[in-house]
């Protein structure tokens, strides 16, 4: 019961309350991005929306893991940028307009993108006869409820209530943050006999997304001839997704805990991904400035 509680009502509506705080961040400026600048807005839907569930798929492919891992890893790879990539970003100062951007239409996108592309996976891990199946209809209405609906909500209250948002952003950051870490060791810990046998062909393929990711968004937006920090930022937003989200598709809408192994570990090693990159990237010498 306690369980279902959970899976029910906690995580829809903390992901929905994270989504208002992404919403504070945002203003219809952001979004005018796409027609100002383009190909750097292009280039990062492109490596968050095909490279990364390519590359998920590679790797769920390439490394023998049951089929709920390969599942699990599958979603993570076609989650959307999660709340924390921009103030990644702005750590390692980075195109933090473009990071909200990116972050805002990917979340736009993946109403769409997300059921059709799980049942796909389903099908093709655990076969087509599995009963595990995202109803397409009701999946984009609720994701659109949980996700879209709370993003306008925070703009609206950054528009006309610009001091309470302002106020309240870095609560919602600390909030998503500390729910996320808790999430996570709720399901290891529920699922630990699971985890520990197959940690180390989950861990592997884990990081393996991870840093393989960011460094395909990096190469993809260094070959477009983007900026440093549009480069950088293309990267972060490549390698780090929404892991609640992920973990409300394997939990809530498929009821299977074993497939939120995934994401729960993805939500801890990307943090860790994204300070490995931007250290390294602080070692290299800057990347020549292209005009946009």
């Given at each position: 019961m306690e369980e279902n509680v959970v899976s029910t009502y906690l995580i829809p509506g903390v992901l929905a309350l994270m989504m208002v705080g992404m919403g504070?961040?945002?203003?219809?400026?952001?979004?005018?991005?796409?027609?100002i600048y383009p190909k750097a807005v292009i280039t990062g839907l492109l490596a968050q929306v095909l490279l990364l569930p390519a590359l998920g798929l590679l790797i769920a492919l390439l490394i023998p893991m049951p089929a709920e891992f390969a599942v699990g890893l599958m979603i993570i790879s076609l989650c959307p940028g999660g709340v924390g990539s921009n103030l990644l970003t702005l750590i390692a100062r980075a195109d933090t307009a473009l990071s909200v951007t990116l972050t805002a239409l990917s979340n736009a996108l993946l109403i769409f993108t997300l059921p059709l592309f799980v049942n796909l996976s389903l099908q093709a891990?655990?076969?087509?006869?599995?009963?595990?199946?995202?109803?397409?209809?009701?999946?984009i209405l609720t994701t659109a409820f949980?996700?879209?609906?709370?993003?306008?909500?925070?703009?609206?209250?950054?528009?006309?209530?610009?001091?309470f948002a302002q106020r309240a952003e870095g609560g919602f950051r600390v909030f998503s943050g500390v729910f996320l870490v808790l999430l996570m060791l709720s399901i290891g810990l529920k699922n630990r006999d699971v985890f520990l046998q197959s940690v180390f062909t989950l861990g592997?393929?884990?990081?393996?997304?991870?840093?393989?990711?960011?460094?395909?968004?990096?190469?993809?937006?260094?070959?477009?001839?983007?900026n440093r920090a549009q480069c950088t930022t293309v990267a972060i937003e490549t390698g780090f997704q929404n892991a609640a989200l992920a973990i409300l598709v394997t939990t809530t809408f498929?009821?299977?805990?074993?497939?939120?192994?995934?994401p729960a570990l993805y939500?801890?090693?990307?943090?860790?991904?994204?300070?490995?990159?931007?250290?390294?990237?602080k070692l290299q010498r800057p990347l020549p400035a292209p005009a946009r």
């Open positions: 504070m961040t945002l203003r219809p400026a952001d979004f005018k991005r796409v027609f891990f655990m076969g087509a006869e599995t009963p595990l199946q995202l109803p397409v209809l009701q999946t949980l996700t879209i609906a709370p993003i306008l909500l925070g703009m609206v209250l950054r528009a006309f209530a610009g001091d592997p393929a884990v990081i393996a997304l991870n840093l393989g990711s960011m460094t395909l968004g990096f190469a993809l937006a260094v070959l477009v001839r983007l498929l009821h299977n805990p074993q497939m939120a192994l995934a939500g801890g090693i990307m943090f860790l991904g994204a300070f490995v990159l931007i250290g390294a990237l």
